[in-house]
């Protein structure tokens, strides 16, 4: 039996009539793995959407075939006719789209309006004109309130759900935080300060017996002392700011 102070996760399974995704994964047996979504409004009327997502097991459907027939279904539902499909990586029978400037759903619409009580849970998977989205919510009260609230969505149709729960003491707006800020400091460090990290925790530069300097890590990565010093000082501040954030939220400060 749940508690109903108990944060929970709604997992629910709906097809929606104004998504695009869905109508593409009607084509043979695409499965459609939205990674992150973003949205921005424009007017009251309008809302854009900017998502990164994965298509697999397309077979033998040419690329350009796929695209042509997600932005065919986006301006069938949108006003907005700048939407922009760049392909980010490709392998056989799977890759990677960062899609920008479509109409959102209004699914979409409606999560962005409730993502401090609720936290979306990455990837939402697309079937068959089937979509499986998961949220972390404060408590199944909050669950059950979201839950009639989709289901009362324009083009969307609830087919199936579960509400299970997670047993934490922590609040969605907690848990949002901690995750917004770990993204938030992942985008801010750059590819060079990351490596340096890296490596120079790798190889217990930060063990209280060091077993690595900062001339040694220098040599391993071939850069001089003063940009690995510079660097560390960078991404150690960075890595530090973000650690306290996250002890003030604790302490609800």
């Known amino acids: 039996m749940l508690e109903n102070n108990n944060v929970v996760i709604l997992t629910i399974q709906l097809n929606q009539k104004d998504c695009p995704f869905s109508k593409l994964s009607n084509m043979g047996d695409i499965i459609i793995k939205v990674n992150k979504s973003t949205v921005t409004n424009i007017n009251k009327k309008l809302t854009i959407e900017t998502t990164f ?26 006003f907005f006719y700048r939407t922009d499909v760049k392909i980010t990586k490709r392998l056989d029978n799977k890759m990677d789209l960062l899609i920008s400037n479509f109409s959102a759903t209004e ?5 962005s309006g409730n993502f401090l009580k609720c936290i979306r849970i990455f990837p939402t998977i697309i079937s068959g004109n089937r979509e499986r989205w998961a949220f972390i919510c404060e408590n199944k009260d909050f669950a059950e309130v979201l839950l009639s609230q989709v289901s009362k969505l324009k083009n969307t149709n609830i087919l199936d759900y579960n509400i299970q729960d997670i047993f934490l003491d922590v609040s969605a707006y907690k848990i949002y935080t901690i995750i917004d800020s770990f993204e938030k400091l992942k985008t801010s460090l750059t590819k060079g300060v990351k490596e340096i990290l890296f490596m120079a925790y790798q190889q217990g530069y930060y063990n209280s017996n060091k077993k690595v300097r900062l001339k040694e890590l220098s040599l391993n990565l071939g850069k001089s002392k003063s940009l690995i010093s510079q660097q560390l000082r960078r991404g150690e501040n960075k890595v530090v700011s973000t650690f306290m954030k996250l002890l003030e939220v604790e302490n609800g400060k």
């Open 107 to 111: 699914m979409m619409k409606f999560y």
């Open 53 to 78: 997502v994965t298509l697999q097991n397309f077979g033998n459907i040419p690329y350009n075939k796929i695209i042509n027939k997600f932005i065919k279904e986006v301006h069938k539902n949108s």
